[in-house]
């Protein structure tokens, strides 16, 4: 999946849950900004599994990966190539 | 990011604790509540985890736990209640707290203590769903409302309707706490001084009688109240012919009057006398409510809806049993806790 459909898929996940995103850019900080907290959090994780059939760990829960976003999109892109090489080895 | 966790020394962490507790988690975090809390339990010394960034050197989180001692099926097991769980700004993306509670629990699955308690808030809440842990019961608040003139205050500025509805609700409000029918025998006082032996004695023969529920000896209610270094509590005693038969902790929090533990023979007379001692004490004091937190499972429930409470919000109770103890789990695992605000340490 390109990266630009995974921004969009998420952007929109977000805007629905949580309308102030909406004013946000891709690069700007959701933590900061105090739009995810624990709770949010959680549903952020179970919306990116179940769209992207990816699986995320506790260690993978970090505020690198949920800075924004475009981090967030990083993140996913990477986990679906890491899976896809996983499967053809 | 890296992040590993230690178990805290009270002695060489302390100055680390306290610093951080006041920081992100209450401006009371001093020396003293410390002392207190963390080294002063007569159940134990708290057990404290520190969560670090390896590459930074930096805290990143602490959770502790406080010994607590608990009575049920004639037995006592030791337990932890869980507290004082803070995740500094910048890494809370749930992760981090999910390693240092995974830290906690692993230390009860290595079987240190039988059981633990936590009252999580919303956020924490989170944390034990992605464990897969779920509440046990919940916490229900319940209130009595004395005088409305708050509530009225906020809908009316003319002061001669306010006075007059205000006169009327109290009233009302009065004539609901209907003084229990045989009160005669039974002598209602504040408490004076430390608690003695006959509240160990009380413990030792009621605590059977109330499922899963803390030790309540007198060293531990002159710890956990009198003792207390942040709040002043105050006990109501019911006793007849100078047997103790049951008591109540409060205290205030601006115009309100909380009722932080009760606990006695288990007589529906006794208790609503004491209640009702608790409403009228909260009258003379000119208090806006009483109210409690109390688990839900709670046999006095009734009574209290009888005596005018009601019921306000819920929040959730997880009690956690490590596997290796699965013949006590059915025990520890029901929903027959009796705890109270007082059950709970921070």
């Known amino acids: 999946m390109q990266i630009d459909t995974i921004i969009l898929r998420i952007r929109e996940f977000l805007v629905t849950k949580f309308p102030r995103v909406q004013k946000l850019n891709n690069n700007e900080n959701l933590l900061e900004n105090d739009l995810l907290d624990s709770l949010a959090i959680l549903d952020v994780v179970a919306f990116l599994e179940s769209e992207f059939r990816i699986t995320m760990t506790d260690e993978e829960l970090i505020p690198e990966n949920f800075e924004s976003i475009q981090s967030l999109a990083n993140f996913v892109e990477k986990k679906q190539i890491g899976q896809k090489s996983q499967l053809n080895t | 990011m890296s992040i590993t966790i230690r178990q805290a020394d009270l002695a060489l962490d302390k100055k680390l604790l306290i610093d951080t507790f006041f920081r992100y988690l209450t401006p009371l975090s001093d020396g003293r509540r410390f002392d207190w809390l963390y080294r002063h339990n007569p159940h134990g010394e708290a057990r404290v985890w520190i969560a670090t960034d390896t590459h930074k050197g930096a805290v990143v989180g602490i959770a502790s736990a406080f010994p607590r001692r608990v009575c049920f099926d004639g037995s006592e097991e030791l337990g932890w209640v869980l507290g004082d769980f803070c995740i500094t700004d910048q890494y809370r993306s749930l992760g981090p707290a999910l390693k240092l509670q995974r830290a906690c629990l692993e230390d009860i699955d290595s079987g240190t203590v039988s059981f633990c308690i936590d009252f999580p808030s919303v956020n924490m809440m989170a944390v034990y769903k992605r464990l897969g842990i779920n509440p046990l019961t919940q916490m229900l608040r319940l209130a009595k409302p004395l005088r409305i003139d708050r509530i009225i205050g906020k809908f009316l500025k003319a002061s001669v309707i306010t006075d007059t509805l205000n006169a009327a609700s109290k009233f009302l409000l009065a004539i609901s706490n209907r003084r229990p029918k045989n009160m005669g025998l039974l002598t209602i006082a504040l408490h004076e001084g430390a608690c003695g032996e006959e509240f160990s004695a009380l413990a030792g023969d009621v605590s059977k009688q109330y499922g899963v529920c803390s030790h309540r000896s007198a060293q531990y209610l002159n710890w956990r109240y009198l003792s207390n270094p ?88 997880v009690v956690y049993i490590p596997r290796t103890l699965a013949s006590k789990c059915n025990v520890l695992q029901s929903v027959n806790w009796f705890l109270m605000d007082g059950d709970r340490d921070s």
């Open chain 2, 230 to 317: 942040l709040q002043h509590y105050q006990l109501l005693t019911v006793r007849q012919s100078n047997t103790l038969l049951a008591y109540a902790v409060i205290t205030h929090t601006g115009q309100d009057l909380n009722l932080i533990d009760l606990f006695g023979v288990k007589d529906p007379e006794i208790i609503s006398s004491l209640v009702y001692g608790v409403v009228t004490l909260a009258r003379k004091r000119n208090a806006v409510t009483v109210s409690m937190s109390i688990t839900k499972s709670h046999p006095w429930i009734p009574f209290f809806h009888q005596l005018g409470f009601r019921e306000r919000e819920e929040s959730p109770v």
